[in-house]
């Protein structure tokens, strides 16, 4: 079956750029979407498509995809930021939608 | 704006039979998108469980798809869940997510706040 792969953990300064990957055989040729979740909230999309932004997510956050490797890019990190990550597409051949094992983005 | 909220009981028992409603409100359950299911067990990751569309078809996770019921009520808005033969291993906060048929494939673009459950005796 098709497999996401995640790093565990991801650690950026205030200001500065986080990039959490999400790497999958030919992943380039699928859309992968983005989520983020906080605890005792909604997790949020905050990219879908490789790289399209939904209404109110700013212009921080972008998204990349090519290869075997998307790219979640959030630019200027806030503290606010700090959060679980998870990238998601849909596997065309058993019609399943799988999720990456996360990312912690820690705000240092 | 469409919310969904996710109820159910908070503790099951081992061998029982976990049962969930969403309730969807700021629009109607009978458009194009689907309805989805994903949960997070204790210091996992997330895990699709399955979806259902307003005419009452179905998609489920294989490893899941045994033990797996979903089902729409469209005099009440609102989607369920049930999950039979549950262990501890199902212990996880329950989300249910709208696929929006908006946008591409599979896109979850709106979620409930997800609901603990746990299993044990």
């Known amino acids: 079956s098709y497999v996401l792969t995640q790093p565990p953990s991801v650690s950026v300064a205030p200001g500065q750029t986080a990039r959490i990957t999400c790497g999958g055989k030919k992943i380039g040729d699928k859309s992968v979407h983005w989520y983020r979740l906080k605890p005792d909230q909604a997790p949020v999309l905050v990219v879908h498509d490789d790289s399209d932004r939904p209404s109110g997510i700013p212009e921080r956050f972008s998204g990349s995809n090519s290869g075997n490797t998307a790219t979640l890019t959030i630019s200027r990190v806030e503290a606010g930021d700090g959060a679980d990550y998870y990238c998601q597409v849909w596997d065309d051949k058993t019609d399943q939608r799988l999720f990456g094992g996360g990312t912690k983005l820690t705000v240092l | 704006q469409v919310q969904l909220q996710e109820s159910g009981p908070g503790l099951v028992k081992p061998s029982g039979t976990l049962s969930l409603s969403c309730a969807v409100s700021?629009?109607?359950?009978?458009?194009?998108?689907?309805w989805t299911w994903v949960r997070q067990p204790p210091g996992k990751g997330l895990e699709w469980i399955g979806e259902?569309?307003?005419?009452?078809?179905?998609n489920f996770n294989p490893s899941l798809k045994s033990r797996v019921t979903m089902s729409v009520d469209k005099s009440k808005n609102q989607i369920s869940l049930t999950l039979s033969s549950v262990t501890a291993a199902d212990t996880a906060i329950y989300y249910c997510?709208?696929?929006?048929?908006?946008?591409?494939?599979?896109?979850?673009?709106?979620w409930g706040k997800g609901t603990a459950v746990t299993v044990s005796s």
């Open positions: 259902v569309y307003h005419t009452g078809s179905t």
């Open positions: 700021g629009g109607s359950i009978s458009t194009n998108d689907w």
């Open positions: 997510a709208r696929e929006s048929a908006a946008l591409s494939l599979a896109c979850m673009d709106i």
